[in-house]
């Protein structure tokens, strides 16, 4: 038998909400300050870039 779900509060959809804005801010922040730095030449964060050819 079907049992109807039980209804959320708005207060509890917006807690969650700007939990979720908030840890993708800080995300978002670390990513902005890695590639600044990349850009600049000052950062000590390694990565390959894999070139691949393409037979024609």
């Known amino acids: 038998m079907a049992v109807p ?3 959320t509060s708005r207060s509890k959809k917006r807690i ?3 939990i979720l804005k908030r840890k993708t ?6 990513v902005f300050s ?3 730095a990349i850009s ?5 964060f ?5 070139q691949t050819k ?3």
């Open 54 to 56: 393409i037979n024609k």
């Open 16 to 18: 969650r909400k700007n």
């Open 34 to 36: 890695l590639v600044k």
């Open 5 to 7: 779900k039980k209804c």
């Open 25 to 30: 801010y800080w995300i978002a922040l670390k």
């Open 46 to 50: 390694c990565f390959l870039i894999r």
């Open 40 to 44: 600049t030449g000052e950062s000590n």
